[in-house]
Structure formats: C-alpha cells, structure tokens
C-alpha cells in the first residue's frame, strides 16, 4: 500500500529507535527532563528564540499560542483557510475564547492590506472586541503546501507591529518552506511573536511540537498547558525522538519535494488530468476531481491512498517512507483508474 | 540524569527500565488520531477488558483525562463537580475545572480524601431551579493522592455512585492510582469501576511507564471524548511507543506494586521514631506517607531543604506537613538511607544548639 494520505503517517525510522531508547529521562512537569531541556535549548537556538515549550501536539502549540497572547473575547486575524481556522474554529472558540475575523485572500496569502481590511470591517469601539493577533501559515496546508513568500512575512510583521498586534506563525511544515527557499529557520522565526513547528510530520518522529518566544508569553504558555492537560512525566523519548529529527532529517524533504513534483509531471502526462504544476511548491500535489470519493475508493483498491481535502478535491502528500517508484507506481494507478472510468471523472488543475 | 539520587517527591518520576525501553524501541506504530495504531488499539482493548468498559482513548496525561471527562459530563458552564478539597484537578491543575471545563468546583471535607454519602446528600437533592447550579459530576480520587494515599472502600464508592445516579448526577473516577488500591485489597480494577460512568488510569506512576493515561467509558462518552481530545491538543500520531510502554507496566509493574507498599510501611515506621515526627502509622495504605513535623527549629520546608542538600527530594506540603511517596526505583539502601540523614537532621540541630 502506497499510503500518501499525509506526512503525519511516516514512522519513526530504526536509527530513531535506537536513539529513543537510550535516552536520558526526567519528569517534564518539574522541568527536569534532560532530554527535553535539550531539545528546547537546541530549538532556542536553532530559531533565535528566548523561549521553547515541547508539547504534545501542534494543535495544542496553536491553542496555547492563542490562549497566552489574548483575552477571551479579543480578536485574531486569520486568512479563512489555515489551519487555525479551517480545522481549529471550535477549540480556538471555546478554549481561547478568541473572535475569528477571517478574511479569503485570492492567493491564501495574508498581506497588510488584508489585515487592514479586517481592521476596518467594524467599528473599533474599547467595549468591543480589540484585535490582538495575526496568524500566519507556512507552508500553508490548506493550499496544498504553498510557502508563504518572505516578503510578505517580513511587510505583515512590520505592519502588526505597528497596529500594535502580535504575529504567530503555525510553522507546522516550516522546515518544508525552509529548504525550499533557503531562508533560516531564525529569519522567519524573527518576523514571528510566536511560532510553532511541528516534529511529527515530514521530520518523522512519533510526536510533538515545539512553541516558541519570548520568555513572558512561554512562561503564560506553561499554566495553559496544565489546564489542556499537556504537562507530562518522562516525554524525554518523545524529545529524543524530535532531537534526532530535527538534526538529521530536514534537509530530506528537500527529495519529498522533488518527489512531489515529480509526480505532479507524470499526471500532467494523462490527458485527462489537467493540474497546476507550478502550484507544486513543497511535498503536496492536489487534484481536483469529480466523485472524488469513488475516485479514491478504486486508488485504493489498487493499493494508493490518497487524502480527501474537500469534497471534489483530493491530495497526494509525500513524506519520508516514498520512494521514486512508489510515485511511478501511484501514477500508474491514478492512470488507469482514470482511463478505466473516463467518461465518469473529471479533472482540473 | 536525575537530580536527585533519592527521590520521593512523586511516584511519577521513574525512570523506564531498560526492558521497557526496548519493547519500546520495537513498537508498531501507526497514526493515533485516525484510530490507525495498533499498539495504541491494543492496549485500549485490554484497558476496556480491565475496567468493563465499553470503550477507552489514549491521552496523554491523567490531567487531560479528567478535563475531558468533566466536559463531557458537565452540560452547562456554572454546573458543578463534587470533589474533596484535596483533589488534585482542584489543588494542582492550575485552573482546569473553571477555565477549561468552565464548572464549579463543589468541595467536600472529607477524611483523607474519602467522602460519604451523608456529606454530599444535601447539594445532590437539592431542589433544581433557574437560579442554582446543578451538581453533574461526583469525582472522587482511587488513592487519594493528597489525603495520604487512603483508598476508597467499596462499599463506600457503591453508596456514593447510587445516590449521585438515582439524581441524574455523573461519577468519575481519577483513578491515577488505582491499582495500589487493586493490589492492596484484591478487589479487581472492573470491581471498582462498576458503578463509573467515565474512569481513567495512569501509568506514568506506579506502573513506572514514561507517559500516558487511558480514559474509558461508554461508546458515547468515549465518542465525545474524542471531540475535547482533539480541541485540548492530545490527538498524536505515532503513540504506539508510548502505549508499548503503558502494556509493558500493565504486564509486569502490578505485581512490582506490593513491594513499595512494604518499603512505605517501613519507611514509616522508621519515620515514626524520629523524635520530630508525628506518624499514624495506620493511615499507610498505600504508597504515600504524609506526616506531621515539630522540629525544634526547622518548619517541613526547612527539613525537605536539608535533605535536598544531601540528593533527597521530598514534598513539603505546608510548613508542618511532608509527604513522601515511594515508588519502583526506589531500593532498601535508599530507605536506610532517607532515615540515617533524617536521624543527622534531628540530632545535628540539637548539638548545634548545645554549642550555640
């Protein structure tokens, strides 16, 4: 089975393992775990942040992010489909208790102009709800891997800061963005309040996450994360896990990315495919597609799993465990699947 | 890398055995949040079997499971959870049960942590109106943690779950601790959480695993689980690591339980002929010992400070009271020796004070 339903589903690699179960460990919730103050000190370091918190989960990094740099009621500026939004509305809702004030840029990309559209599409009175946030995303999922151009980061910081307003960036598959664009994980941790990044996705370990910034909103994040119950005992396997992914793993996405695009040539190879190459910026290659559900039905007969994004369209994501012929072979089973049932799909780019 | 040679602070701060770590290291994993691990499946599966539940989630931590389960049960923000005071979602959960669960604690002073069915009778009849909270949730601890490790009869969590149900109010148990309870009484796991609606158990504690809690209860509860565990952050991918570990403490950590229960007893008994000690002996249960000081000059902040100097971590709950918890790392030698520095604790202020 050629499973290429997200990066989320890579498993941590023997070499990984072994370096696991050697671990150094201690309890996390008195701050004592060598393992994940080494983890924290090297991501400190690695992204030119005061501060760094190891959690669970980069939902719960996001929660955390929102809830130590708001007050309930307090608005956060987001494009409509990142993350925070698209999958998050409910939790940020209840836990953070934050107003979602979205916008739906063209390009999924938050410029200031946006942000200064959502500044002024209400009347700002104090007793009403006070923007305090922007969130950013890169690489933006919801638009199927694209990179957040540096630019635009760098002029919507500069102009957060002077409307008075935080930034985080979900860096969820930052490290993607980063060896695509050559730009240091501290320059664009620079442009960011606060940013999280993600060890269980490309990077291939089991789990976590890490929040980053000053010391004052990490110290706020901390209290946060007893309360969502994400203070927890020896997580040093876990750190040790994401220690040895961040050091030896990054510069492999670089091959997902070339294998995504290499995939994205092969399927503008059948006729009936029609898809944005140049949309293939990281390790995802998005097709749209009527009856997407049968269509993924019959991919997976033949042994190619595919993610469902919404109805219609579906995607391909590439991760660690992919190889060059499991993408000739994912092409082919597209391929046939497609000539097999012609007159019952259709696709566009 | 401990930074304490002995430590009693907690039981949660045990280091996974090399067994543990590698049956770790060869665990099958698979993706957590879509149902897809399988060493994730299996311990649910025999957590479900243990308790007689019908369905169980793997958390992260016992605190998350608590915070689930009060949002589960609550149905209204105000409703209220009753709790002995000393419950640690209300002493040591920052401000879970009002800022995550958006309910009131309703405390109880209980014995040790141990209620009865006469002290919550009252706010469970309670008239319903408009105007008041609503009692949703009794939520008791198996051991009680900061009532000295006792443990919750029988018959005494039977009565409680039958009243609390005969007026459409929930129970839960933090069961944390609930296998010294098990292995001290024989009573089974499932025998205890019979009349629960929503049950957790722990294995970062006394069954010496690095993480991990799993919360169970019925197919719906369980279902509605899953929502809060996504929103709070504890959807994972690849858990099986952890869950091998929480297996591995089920299979071989219970049995290892009876003997820091002796090293508990022990420990106290030494602890009771100390001449600043105040020890009921009778109120070591479990694996918890909390005791009272009167030290000439030193308060029990005082005392835990001195034994720090010397690599010995334990808890001083307030100014007169310590508690100690024993655990699967912990060796004879480490009890002859907490005892032989705090005989040194003793004897050397006095001396000091001959002289001075």
Same mark, same amino acid.
């Given at each position: 089975m050629i499973d290429l339903r997200s990066d989320t589903v890579t498993k941590p690699s023997d070499e990984m393992r072994a370096y696991m179960v050697e671990a150094p460990v201690g309890d996390d919730a008195y701050g004592e775990d060598g393992s994940v103050n080494r983890l924290q000190d090297y991501c400190k370091e690695l992204f030119q942040k005061e501060d760094a918190l190891f959690v669970t989960s980069g939902m719960m990094a996001n929660r955390l992010a929102f809830l130590s740099q708001t007050n309930p009621g307090d608005e956060v500026i987001t494009d409509y489909t990142y993350h925070v939004n698209f999958f998050d509305s409910a939790p940020m809702a209840f836990i953070a208790k934050v107003v979602m004030n979205t916008w739906h840029t063209p390009d999924g990309i938050l410029r200031p102009q946006h942000i200064e559209e959502a500044l002024q599409s209400k009347q700002r009175y104090d007793y009403f709800a006070q923007p305090k946030l922007v969130s950013l995303e890169n690489s933006i999922n919801g638009w199927a891997g694209k990179i957040f151009p540096f630019e635009d980061i760098k002029a919507v910081y500069n102009f957060a800061k002077q409307n008075g307003l935080s930034v985080h960036l979900d860096g969820a598959r930052l490290f993607n963005a980063h060896v695509e664009t050559g730009i240091s994980l501290s320059e664009y941790a620079s442009y960011a309040d606060t940013l999280s990044v993600c060890f269980s996705k490309g990077l291939g370990a089991p789990y976590g996450s890490m929040l980053m910034g000053s010391r004052e909103i990490i110290n706020k994040a901390r209290r946060f994360r007893i309360w969502l119950g994400g203070g927890v005992h020896q997580a040093g396997i876990q750190a040790a896990a994401a220690y040895y992914a961040v050091t030896h793993h990054i510069d492999s996405l670089k091959r997902d990315h070339e294998l995504a695009k290499?995939?994205? &040539?092969?399927?503008?190879?059948?006729?009936?495919?029609?898809?944005?190459?140049?949309?293939?910026?990281?390790?995802?290659?998005?097709?749209?597609?009527?009856?997407?559900?049968?269509?993924?039905? &019959?991919?997976?007969?033949?042994?190619?799993l595919l993610f469902p994004w919404v109805p219609g369209v579906v995607r391909a994501v590439i991760h660690r465990h992919i190889t060059r012929n499991d993408i000739e072979k994912a092409a082919a089973i597209i391929r046939n699947v497609i000539q097999a049932n012609e007159q019952k799909y259709k696709f566009a780019g | 890398m401990k930074k304490y040679k002995i430590d009693l602070f907690s039981d949660t701060n045990t280091n996974p055995s090399p067994e543990m770590r590698r049956v770790m290291c060869e665990a099958e994993v698979g993706n957590e949040v879509a149902g897809e691990d399988p060493t994730v499946n299996k311990l649910l599966e025999k957590v479900c079997e243990l308790l007689g539940k019908e369905a169980a989630v793997f958390l992260p931590s016992g605190t998350m499971c608590n915070g689930i389960a009060y949002r589960v049960l609550c149905k209204r923000p105000g409703d209220l959870i009753i709790l002995d005071r000393t419950a640690h979602p209300v002493t040591k959960s920052s401000g879970l049960i009002s800022g995550l669960a958006q309910a009131q604690p309703y405390l109880i002073k209980g014995d040790r942590g141990i209620f009865t069915t006469k002290q919550i009778e009252s706010i469970i009849t309670a008239p319903r109106g408009y105007n008041v909270s609503y009692p949703r949730v009794v939520s008791i601890e198996q051991t009680t943690n900061f009532g000295g490790g006792a443990i919750w009869p029988l018959e005494t969590i039977e009565e409680v779950c039958s009243l609390a149900h005969s007026h459409e109010v929930a129970t839960h148990m933090d069961g944390a601790r609930l296998f010294n309870a098990v292995v001290e009484t024989g009573i089974t796991a499932a025998q205890y959480a019979k009349t629960f609606d929503s049950i957790w158990i722990d294995f970062s504690k006394s069954l010496g695993a690095p993480m991990g809690a799993v919360l169970a209860g019925s197919n719906s509860f369980i279902d509605e689980a899953w929502y809060y565990k996504f929103q709070q952050g504890g959807g994972l991918h690849q858990a099986g690591i952890l869950a091998a570990a929480c297996l591995y403490g089920l299979d071989h950590n219970i049995q290892k339980i009876p003997q820091f229960h002796d090293h508990a007893k022990r420990l106290a008994e030494h602890l009771s002929e100390l001449s600043y000690t105040i020890v009921d002996l009778s109120t070591v249960e479990t694996n918890v010992i909390i005791f009272e000081t009167n030290h000439p000059s030193y308060s029990a902040f005082d005392i835990a400070r001195c034994l720090a100097e010397k690599s010995i971590r334990v808890l001083a709950i307030d100014k007169n009271h310590l508690r100690m918890m024993t655990h699967l790392d912990l060796t004879e030698e480490d009890i002859e020796e907490i005892i032989s520095v705090m005989r040194e604790i003793g004897e050397h202020e006095i001396r000091k004070k001959a002289v001075g």
């Open positions: 290499y995939l994205a &040539q092969m399927l503008l190879d059948i006729p009936e495919v029609s898809l944005n190459y140049d949309a293939v910026e990281t390790n995802m290659v998005q097709i749209t597609v009527d009856n997407s559900d049968t269509f993924m039905d &019959q991919c997976a007969k033949q042994g190619l | -």
